[in-house]
């Protein structure tokens, strides 16, 4: 399968846990997106990658929130101190640059904190 | 402000009935909008978007700036359609800002 991958599929922990989550985008794809999807709502966006670089990041991002993407490859999305609140999934999607550029999304992590 | 909104939760058709899935968007820029599905058990993928202007499996969505609108129809639903549909705005470095969605229902 050579599409976005993301682990874990499921995550349960209790709140006041640390939790990180992993994204490995399309090979070939310099562009990496993260995404939180509550329930009866679109995903929105957090933060986005080009390359290692990290050009924007959402309000929603709290500080208790840090993404990396160390070579330009895979991403890692850490939460501290996970609150309730935080129960979601978290989606991830890479592109490359283009007049035709596409998100591919990955099938998500699913976050609950009890 | 950015804001797509799609009104419908759920819609409920029959099996050939024709289908029509609105969206609205506000944005201050030229907008770039999209739609995106998903079914069930399966991940979240592009269905089309508007400067494409092409129709996939039998939908089409047309840009209209006056009402600030991006509505996805199909003239003849199949069973096959039922999904959640997302519509989505580009707010920059293809940054998507999404609606709530809408539930397609279609019944044999």
């Known amino acids: 399968d050579t599409g976005v991958s993301q682990n874990p599929r499921h995550k349960i922990t209790k709140r006041g846990q640390n939790v990180t989550f992993r994204c490995d985008p399309i090979?070939?794809?310099?562009?990496l997106y993260w995404y939180r999807q509550t329930l009866g709502q679109g995903p929105e966006f957090l933060t986005y990658?080009?390359?290692?670089?990290?050009?924007?990041k959402s309000r929603l991002l709290s500080d208790r929130f840090s993404a990396e993407r160390p070579k330009g490859s895979f991403s890692t999305l850490e939460i501290q101190r996970t609150e309730q609140g935080d129960s979601a999934m978290y989606l991830c999607?890479?592109?490359?640059?283009?007049?035709?550029?596409?998100?591919?999304f990955g099938p998500g992590t699913r976050l609950l904190v009890l | 402000a950015q804001r797509v909104t799609q009104p419908e939760k759920l819609l409920s058709v029959f099996k050939g009935a024709p289908v029509e899935l609105k969206c609205n968007y506000s944005?201050?820029?030229?907008?770039?909008l999209f739609w995106y599905v998903q079914y069930s058990r399966q991940r979240l993928q592009l269905l089309l978007r508007?400067?494409s202007r092409e129709s996939i499996k039998g939908f089409t969505a047309d840009l209209n700036k006056g009402e600030t609108s991006f509505h996805l129809k199909k003239p003849f639903a199949q069973e096959e359609d039922s999904a959640m549909y997302y519509c989505?705005?580009?707010?920059?470095?293809?940054?998507?800002?999404f609606g709530t969605g809408t539930r397609l229902l279609v019944s044999p």
């Open positions: 999607a890479s592109s490359s640059p283009g007049r035709s550029e596409t998100q591919y």
């Open positions: 090979s070939e794809h310099n562009r």
């Open positions: 990658f080009q390359n290692e670089a990290q050009l924007e």
């Open positions: 944005y201050s820029g030229s907008p770039e």
């Open positions: 508007h400067i």
């Open positions: 989505a705005l580009n707010t920059g470095f293809q940054k998507l800002v």
